[in-house]
């Protein structure tokens, strides 16, 4: 299924810039078919997506999934193919030997090439980016890790992100090999993973399956549009526009942008003073729960000559940043509940999405719906005198598995 979602940006990078070409070569023989039909034949070919991985290990198998090409024919029309899904175009060489230098893909008599590397060197480690990932799911859903990156470090040479890696999950001594990214399927609890290549293992991290609900902060509906059907979600009650001044019915985000990974992707960020959001969550009956909020801390306290992209973010306690209520009755939030900033060497927009865990405490839940209200009154400062608050992620309500009133 990583196949499926690699091909898929292909495919929407493809709708995106190439707007009158005809999509073929899904299916073998159509390409040819089409070709022969209109008897007209290929002058040349170019790269709509060349191959990302340009370096190798002798031994690797040359991954056509990711590759688009598009072939120019005689009589104007072009064809654009995926290589792994076109049984008409060749690939040359098909394993890489040290040496080698350039793979080359033939179709319609013409062949086009690009310039790879093989290296022969021991992998000496791996490095494991989940930021894109959602790595906490409740029990009744899998985890998608389709959009996980994997880099593998060899002495010598700059790192090299690789595909053909093995995610493996360490049960007490047991290793269990988990084969489909896109739906890896745990039981609850904390599950320690790891990802092997080459004979090389990365160091562990962890996935966690929670018996509960997990509301994203961008799931949000219009008030008056929610119905009788509708379990778990958010409502932005106020929103306060970017001049500071209450402004209801102004879109609330989530401001999401392709660098800014969140769980469920996206987040309700740009919180101002006086913006009152609710978290709506569902419970079968009454029963006692761990609310947990994922949010990332906006105190910036150092940017790059004003222009807010931080150098450093401090951490925000968050009994300063919000009142929260559940179904009218105030939760007291304990000063343990703190978003860590975080700082960087360079200027990091990174950093406004530094997303972390803090707890609300375990709470009464009453049967149906559940609200929780959001009031944000933030009282600190950022270095650019303004006041701020914080991005919100999700809210995780962790269910007492043995119900309780
Ligand atoms: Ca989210």
Same mark, same amino acid.
């Given at each position: 299924m990583k196949f499926v979602v690699k091909l898929n940006a292909v495919v929407a990078l493809l709708a995106a810039g190439l707007t009158c070409c005809m999509f073929v070569g899904c299916g073998s023989g159509e390409t040819q078919q089409s070709t022969s039909e209109q008897g007209a034949t290929v002058t040349d070919l170019e790269f709509i997506l060349p191959a990302k991985q340009t370096v190798y290990f002798a031994g690797d198998k040359f991954d056509g999934s990711r590759v688009a090409i598009q072939a120019n024919l005689s009589d104007g029309t072009r064809e654009v193919f995926i290589v792994a899904r076109e049984e008409n175009c060749t690939v040359e060489p098909q394993y890489f030997s040290m040496g080698d230098n350039h793979v080359t893909f033939t179709y319609g008599g013409k062949s086009i090439s690009q310039n790879i590397h093989v290296i022969d060197a021991p992998v000496s480690s791996l490095d494991v980016?989940?930021?894109? /990932? +959602?790595?906490?799911?409740?029990?009744? @859903?899998?985890?998608?890790?389709?959009?996980? !990156? /994997? +880099?593998?470090?060899?002495?010598?040479? @700059?790192?090299?992100?690789?595909?053909?890696? !093995?995610?493996?999950e360490i049960n007490n001594r047991e290793e269990i090999?988990?084969?489909?990214?896109?739906?890896?399927?745990?039981?609850?609890?904390?599950?320690?993973?790891?990802?092997?290549?080459?004979?090389?293992?990365?160091?562990?991290?962890?996935?966690?399956?929670?018996?509960g609900v997990a509301v994203e902060a961008e799931n949000v509906l219009d008030a008056d549009k929610v119905t009788a059907d509708d379990r778990n979600y958010v409502v932005v009650d106020t929103n306060v526009g970017e001049s500071g001044s209450t402004a209801t019915g102004v879109s609330p985000g989530p401001i999401m942008k392709p660098s800014e990974p969140a769980f469920g992707g996206g987040y309700l960020g740009d919180l101002k003073n006086g913006a009152v959001f609710s978290f709506h969550v569902w419970s079968d009956e009454a029963?006692?729960?761990?609310?947990?909020?994922?949010?990332?801390?906006?105190?910036?306290l150092r940017d790059d000559k004003g222009n807010w992209v931080p150098y450093e973010m401090g951490n925000m306690m968050l009994n300063r940043l919000f009142s929260v209520s559940l179904n009218g009755t105030p939760l007291s939030i304990s000063a343990d509940a703190v978003l860590e900033?975080?700082?960087?060497?360079?200027?990091?927009?990174?950093?406004?999405?530094?997303?972390?865990?803090?707890?609300?405490?375990?709470?009464?839940?009453?049967?149906?719906?559940n609200v929780f209200t959001f009031t944000v009154n933030s009282d600190y400062i950022n270095c650019n005198n303004a006041s701020c608050a914080c991005n919100v992620d999700r809210l995780e309500v962790?269910?007492?598995?043995h119900g309780g009133v």
């Open positions: 980016d989940l930021s894109a /990932v +959602t790595t906490s799911v409740t029990s009744t @859903d899998k985890l998608d890790l389709s959009d996980m !990156t /994997v +880099t593998a470090n060899c002495e010598n040479y @700059d790192p090299i992100e690789v595909d053909e890696f !093995t995610l493996v090999i988990h084969e489909d990214l896109s739906q890896v399927s745990l039981g609850t609890g904390l599950h320690e993973m790891k990802v092997l290549f080459k004979d090389c293992y990365s160091d562990s991290f962890y996935l966690d399956v929670f018996y029963r006692t729960a761990d609310i947990l909020l994922r949010a990332s801390s906006g105190y910036l900033g975080g700082s960087s060497d360079t200027p990091d927009p990174m950093l406004w999405v530094n997303w972390k865990m803090v707890s609300l405490g375990n709470v009464q839940l009453q049967e149906g719906d962790r269910f007492n598995e």
